[in-house]
């Protein structure tokens, strides 16, 4: 029987007749293999309807995945207390054989098939299963991935109505033509509490021969929402094929003088500042997370994956986040996962408000003091608590950049991470390879509660983008080097280190410093301002900060600050040297051989420093050269 004969035994008939309206007999083919194998009890298929998105909406709170709050258009969402986070160990990349792969999490394809397949079998008795139409990048363009979701979960398909671009009309347009990514999402058994049950039988496996990944067991959103982190994996595997860029980057346009506007690029691991960057109030945002940047005529042009936010809410407060804050309290569509919820009212960790004593968070019914079973205090709410809203609601969107089928000049690259005593603030790298091989191939950044696991542990985190990595680090780097030579005038690339902490471990910088390096950046694109040479690359000169803080923030930046911030500290970067330069010999394979040229370079620049003037040299010293 053909794929659409058995559709129609399947489904209902006004449910048959939608996916009949797609002429892609691959795509009816993978329908009514999978409808057939998850034994859904009920089945809707989802246009680009409001209708539809609306019935989907409303089955979130039908099912009690999502409760509503006081305020119109709001919902909070709950994920068992142990899935609050990635889960690094069992998300695993199916490859024929099982080959190994330094750094990336591999399981024999055909092993890891049957597994999931036995997982997932089933798994829908009793319940409804969404199927979901979105695409990847903006609609009809040079970037645009459709994509189709399967999911038992109304809050994840929620979730990605509010985050992605619809795409049945896509599918429809592009029929037999559509190369499309898969996604087969389980939440499985659910508790008293609607969260997932069997957490021991958590599973993300990502099939990178079939462009599918399948997720069972887990509800957190970088664990389930199929168009995120998961097809991310499937992207920069398409990209190295390709020769453009996938990245772990968000997209934003800074505000140059007398109107200029200039597109940045910035890669940072999870919860170390993309959304807060990106979130500037007198900037404008385009995206937060996932980036695809390609070669247009020898232009580096940069779009949006998504069009909404997926943000941690630890820490927002009106002061550093205004316009967060705001789009937070008025009553647009958004899902808060995680929080304290008392009288209908979302609360927050480090939200600059008073938080009551007792609620409802996710842990369940919560009190202060309130200890988990192993014995910690439990929080108001956890620490990668989210919120989830489309970008259309924030005041700064660009929403020219955003919706722009080309998509954007690519002015400056930004990579950073958390990192406690080695980086400057900020600094430019001398060149395109340069940045590549000392900023992001080199990117080391502490571990935090956007993963399970330990937080704080100082870890080789290349691009931002190691957990989401899917083919060989070698592979990767050498397609960023040879992207740069596909271009006319390639993007400068820069490093931000916002984490820096004196000798007390108290912070070096405010939060919003970041604006003022922002603009010191877009100054340097253009060749406004001059910098001082320093072994590692360009950094801002006192004046033209201290300048940038009064226009800025209003705020005097004293030369102490600066010199303090901006020292060059020679042990701790030859020793970050060391350490990158022994990874690349000893684990990765097929690295292209002027990684270590230029770390080789950057080495014998520090020594020289060192030479000169000593192991921790003020920025005035260069100055003065
Ligand atoms: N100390 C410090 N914390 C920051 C800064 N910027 C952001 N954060 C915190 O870092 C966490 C993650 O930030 P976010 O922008 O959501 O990271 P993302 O996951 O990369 O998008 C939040 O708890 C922020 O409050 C900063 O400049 N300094
Ligand atoms: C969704 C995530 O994104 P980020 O923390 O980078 O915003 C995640 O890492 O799970
Ligand atoms: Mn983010």
């Not at 083919?29 to 409808?35: G, K, N, P, Q, R």
């Not at 671009?165 to 347009?173: C, I, N």
């Not at 499985?188 to 958590?202: I, M």
């Not at 094929?241 to 940072?268: C, D, I, Q």
Request: net charge negative; glycine share 8%.
């Amino acid at each position: 029987m053909d794929a659409l004969e058995k559709l129609r035994e399947l489904l209902p008939e006004e449910q048959f007749e939608k996916v009949k309206a797609i002429d892609n007999p691959e795509l009816h083919a993978f329908l009514a293999e999978w409808i057939e194998w998850l034994e859904p009890g009920k089945v809707f298929v989802c246009t680009d309807s409001e209708e539809d998105e609306q019935y989907v909406r409303w089955k979130a709170l039908y099912y009690g995945e999502e409760k509503m709050l006081e305020t119109p258009n709001h919902t909070v969402h709950y994920d068992n207390y142990y899935d609050q986070a990635r889960d690094k160990a069992n998300t695993k990349l199916l490859v024929p054989g099982g080959k190994e792969i330094p750094f990336l999490n591999t399981k024999d394809r055909d092993e890891g098939l049957k597994e999931i397949k036995e997982l997932m079998k089933g798994v829908m008795k009793g319940k409804e299963l969404f199927i979901c139409f979105f695409v990847l990048g903006p609609k009809n363009s040079i970037f645009t991935i459709p994509a189709v979701q399967l999911t038992d979960s109304a809050y994840v398909a929620h979730s990605e109505f509010i985050l992605y671009r619809k795409g049945y009309e896509e599918f429809k347009r592009l029929g037999r033509n559509a190369k499309f990514f898969r996604f087969v999402h389980s939440a499985g058994e659910l508790d008293e509490r609607k969260t997932s049950k069997n957490l021991d039988k958590r599973r993300i496996y990502i099939d990178l021969v079939d462009d599918t990944v399948y997720s069972v067991n887990t509800q957190y959103g970088g664990n389930t929402i199929g168009l995120k982190k998961l097809a991310f994996r499937l992207t920069i595997q398409k990209a190295v094929k390709e020769g453009w860029l996938s990245e772990h980057m968000f997209l934003m346009r800074v505000n140059g003088p007398n109107g200029r506007k200039t597109y940045f690029t910035g890669a940072y691991p999870s919860m170390c500042g993309k959304t807060s960057t990106a979130m500037i109030p007198w900037e404008n945002i385009v995206g937060d997370d996932l980036t695809f940047i390609l070669p247009v005529n020898g232009v580096a042009r940069g779009a949006n994956v998504e069009k909404g936010v997926f943000g941690i809410i630890q820490g927002v407060n009106p002061e550093d986040d205004p316009i967060i804050w705001k789009v937070l309290h008025s009553p647009v569509e958004i899902i808060f996962s995680n929080v304290l919820v008392k009288d209908g009212k979302p609360y927050w960790n480090e939200m600059g408000i008073e938080i009551p004593d007792e609620g409802e968070n996710h842990s369940g019914k919560w009190w202060r003091g309130k200890k988990d079973k192993e014995g910690n205090e439990i929080p108001p709410s956890h620490k990668n608590a989210r919120f989830t809203v489309s970008l259309e609601h924030f005041p700064n969107v660009d929403l020219e950049a955003l919706e722009n089928p080309c998509g954007v000049e690519v002015g400056g690259m930004i990579f950073g991470g958390r990192d406690k005593d080695t980086w400057p603030p900020v600094r430019e790298a001398f060149d395109w390879k340069h940045g590549v091989i000392t900023m992001g191939a080199s990117l080391e950044s502490e571990t935090t509660a956007a993963t399970l696991g330990k937080e704080g542990v100082r870890a080789f985190n290349p691009m931002a983008i190691l957990d989401f990595m899917s083919v060989p680090l070698g592979e990767y780097i050498e397609n960023y080097l040879r992207f740069g030579e596909k271009l006319r005038k390639t993007p400068k690339i820069f490093a931000v280190n916002y984490f820096l902490r004196d000798e007390n471990g108290k912070w070096l910088n405010h939060k919003l410093d970041k604006a003022v390096w922002l603009k010191w950046m877009e100054l340097r694109v253009h060749g406004d301002v001059d910098a001082i040479e320093t072994p590692i690359g360009y950094i801002p000169k006192y004046e033209d900060l201290a300048r940038l803080f009064k226009e800025v923030l209003n705020k005097e930046y004293s030369r102490e600050d600066y010199e303090k911030q901006f020292t060059i500290r020679v042990p701790e970067l030859l020793a970050k040297i060391e350490r990158i330069e022994k990874i690349y010999r000893e684990k990765v394979k097929e690295v292209p051989e002027e990684l270590f040229q230029v770390l080789e370079e950057e080495r014998r620049r520090l020594l020289e420093a060192r030479e000169k003037y000593g192991d921790y040299i003020s920025p005035f010293a260069f100055e003065s050269d």
